[in-house]
Structures are given as structure tokens and as C-alpha cells.
């Protein structure tokens, strides 16, 4: 039900440049949320699971909740702790959160929650949000993004190809995000799909890809043999060298009551 151990703990050795590559999540996409649950994210106590480096999370402090960041990896920890030292955060996983019960207004997963046990962390929701509360879900997909882009097929099947349909390591993650999906349709989610853009240096868009599992475990020389080869194909798609990044973020909302 959760990804491997492996890849679900390969983010630890690469979290300042997951800090640095990663896409952050368009402001429209909080906009939903608040719509979603019926509640403004000013003054809420939101538990971010999973926070990672903390890119949700700086971005809900900014709206006005009072987060706290919960994370189990200690690489990812530290580089939060870098990034964000006033935010407070403690180590933990979505299965068996260190938290009261109902002492959540809102608890949200970004990028995180097909990393779980989803027959322990749906309890583990319901038992830490209050009254009322709600749970947030949400995917940053590149993938789904915009099938009028084709460069990003075309990419996906090099990947692919690179490392090796047999095993079927490129598409582990989605497989994951899908499963995660299917087990909470128990939940009566409310959803939305938002597609943002943003423009980076081709060597950022290159940073971006071996930041995901699939290339952190395949190791440093095999991912910049992967790096050299994309970069030809890429530059005769974006021969300015800046890459048009499109992406469709999955969000659902789960509101108690």
C-alpha cells in the first residue's frame, strides 16, 4: 500500500536540492482549499504531514494558519529546520502521529500522501482533526498537466526507456499517488484540478527530475547520464535553454460532518 521503504527514504540525501528544485504550488490552489472546507486559512491550526522542506508549509504560514510541520525523515527535517527555524516541527509519520486528538482545524498532505498506510493514517486523520475539520490532499502532476504539450510525453518515454519498462521503476510514485487515491474514496471528497505554468533554466528542469525517487535511487552516475542525454533533447524543443514547465495539481478535500 506504501511506496518502497527505499525510495520513500531517498528524499533524505537530496533535501537541499529538493528545497531548491522542486516546484512550490500556485496561490490559487489555497483558494480552493479555503473554499473546499468552508473556512479561512487565517487563525487555523493546520497540521502539515509530511512537510518535507517545507514548501506547503511556508506557503499556509503565509495565508495566517498556525502550522505545525510533522516529518519523519531526518535529512528533510534538518533542511526545514534550515529554511523554516519558526516554524515549529516535530518527527513523525502519518501513521502514528504525535498529536492530541481533535487538536487540528485542518490537516494537509502535499506531495505526501501515498507515502502512507493509508489504513492507518485515515484514522490517524480522523483522530487528530477536530470537529468540523478537514483534510487536504494534493498532487503536483506534470504529467497530467496539459496533453497539448507533447515534449512531456515524449520525455516520460524516454524515461521510460532510460530506466527500463521491465521494472516499471519510473512509474512506482504514480502508482503510488493512484493507490493512495483509490483507498480514500471511502471518504466523501470534495475535489479540483488547478494547471499552473512556470519557467525555469533547462539545469533547474534537470535538478527538478533527479530530486524524485526513481533517480535518487538509481544513483548519482546513472542520473547524469540520463541529465546529459535529456539536455540535447530538451534544447531543440526550448533552444533558449528556459524550460516551460506545465502542471495540474489533484486536490481534495475531506470535511468532518
Do not use: C
Amino acid at each position: 500500500m506504501t511506496a518502497a521503504p527505499s525510495r520513500a527514504h531517498s528524499f533524505n540525501a537530496a533535501a537541499a536540492q529538493y528545497a531548491a528544485y522542486r516546484p512550490s504550488y500556485p496561490p490559487a490552489l489555497f483558494d480552493a482549499v479555503e473554499r473546499l472546507s468552508a473556512r479561512p486559512l487565517a487563525g487555523a491550526r493546520v497540521v502539515d504531514v509530511g512537510a518535507g522542506t517545507g514548501i506547503a508549509t511556508a506557503l499556509l504560514a503565509e495565508r495566517g494558519a498556525e502550522v505545525l510541520a510533522v516529518e519523519p525523515g531526518g535529512g528533510m527535517a534538518a533542511q526545514f529546520r534550515r529554511t523554516l527555524p519558526h516554524i515549529p516541527l516535530v518527527r513523525g509519520s502519518g501513521d502514528a502521529l504525535p498529536l492530541a486528538d481533535g487538536s487540528a482545524d485542518l490537516i494537509t498532505y502535499a506531495q505526501a500522501w501515498h507515502w502512507t498506510d493509508q489504513e492507518r493514517s485515515v484514522p490517524e486523520a480522523l483522530r487528530v482533526l477536530r470537529p468540523g475539520g478537514a483534510l487536504a490532499l494534493w498532487w503536483n502532476r506534470q504529467g497530467d498537466a496539459d496533453p497539448g504539450t507533447p515534449w512531456l510525453g515524449e520525455q516520460a518515454a524516454r524515461i521510460a526507456r532510460f530506466l527500463g519498462a521491465d521494472d516499471d521503476a519510473h512509474l512506482a510514485a504514480d502508482r503510488a499517488t493512484r493507490r493512495a487515491k483509490e483507498l480514500t474514496t471511502a471518504l466523501d471528497f470534495r475535489r479540483d484540478r488547478l494547471r499552473w505554468s512556470r519557467r525555469v533554466p533547462l539545469d533547474s528542469h534537470l535538478a527538478n527530475l533527479a530530486t524524485h525517487s526513481a533517480f535518487l535511487v538509481l544513483g548519482e552516475r546513472r542520473t547524469a547520464e540520463f541529465a546529459a542525454q535529456e539536455r540535447t533533447e530538451l534544447l531543440k524543443v526550448f533552444p533558449d535553454g528556459v524550460v516551460e514547465e506545465s502542471y495540474a495539481v489533484d486536490l481534495l478535500v475531506w470535511v468532518d460532518g
